[in-house]
C-alpha cells in the first residue's frame, strides 16, 4: 500500500508559479514511477507529468511543455511539480498518482490509469 498526500495548490495571477508537492509512504519510494494529473470542470482530465522511478525519465503533457518540470526527492519520498508561466486554462485539481514500473508504464499514467492516487490540491489561476 502506498499513501499520497498533496500540497501546495493554492490561488495565483496569470503569469506566476506554484510548486506542488506528493509526499509518498509505503512501499519504497524510488521504484515506482510518480506523476501528476488535473481535473477541472468542464474539461477531460489531462495528464500532467511523470518521472519514472529507475532513471529519472521526464514525461510532460503538450500542453505544459516548457512550463511545469518535475522533479523527486527519493530522501523525502516526495515528488514536486513546478508550475511556471501559469495560465487561467490551468486551474483544476492536480492529483498526484503512483504506479508500479514496467513496459506500459508511462502509457498508463497518459491514460489516466495509476495504483494510487492521492486526495488533489486545487490550482487556480486569476486572469
Known amino acids: 500500500q502506498v499513501q499520497l498526500l498533496e500540497s501546495g495548490g493554492g490561488l495565483v495571477q496569470a503569469g506566476g508559479s506554484l510548486r506542488l508537492s506528493c509526499a509518498a509512504s509505503?512501499?519504497?519510494?524510488?521504484?515506482?514511477?510518480m506523476g501528476w494529473l488535473r481535473q477541472d470542470p468542464g474539461k477531460a482530465r489531462e495528464f500532467v507529468a511523470a518521472i519514472k522511478g529507475s532513471e529519472g525519465s521526464t514525461y510532460y503533457g503538450d500542453s505544459v511543455k516548457g512550463r511545469f518540470t518535475i522533479s523527486r526527492d527519493n530522501t523525502k519520498n516526495t515528488v514536486y511539480l513546478q508550475l511556471n508561466s501559469l495560465k487561467p486554462e490551468d486551474t483544476a485539481i492536480y492529483f498526484c498518482?503512483?504506479?508500479?514500473?514496467?513496459?506500459?508504464?508511462?502509457?498508463?499514467?497518459?491514460?489516466?490509469?495509476?495504483?494510487?492516487w492521492g486526495q488533489g490540491t486545487q490550482v487556480t489561476v486569476s486572469s
Open positions: 498518482a503512483c504506479t508500479r514500473e514496467g513496459p506500459i508504464t508511462i502509457r498508463n499514467m497518459k491514460m489516466g490509469r495509476a495504483d494510487y
Open positions: 509505503g512501499r519504497t519510494f524510488d521504484n515506482y514511477a
